[in-house]
């Protein structure tokens, strides 16, 4: 949120938001797909359980400030 604030104040209104509304589930299973080819060792389901939840917690609310 503090991110949003700061570009409004310094930037510009916002104008348009994307948003992909997509079941977690489908989230993980294309992430676990990813991790197969791309060498990073946090690519483990429990670290993308953990980032969709920091992502609900933290992000989500700017897509509904912005609804």
């Known amino acids: 949120m503090a991110q ?8 510009t209104e916002c104008q348009t938001v994307l ?3 997509v079941d977690q589930a489908v989230c993980v299973e294309r992430c676990m797909e ?3 080819t791309s060498g ?3 690519d483990t389901e429990e670290v993308i359980t953990k980032r969709l939840q ?5 992000s989500r609310p700017v897509v509904d400030l912005y609804r």
């Open 4 to 11: 949003a604030e700061y570009f409004e104040q310094t930037v």
């Open 19 to 21: 948003f992909f509304n």
């Open 34 to 36: 990813r991790a197969k």
């Open 40 to 42: 990073r060792l946090d």
């Open 54 to 58: 920091v992502y609900a917690e933290e």
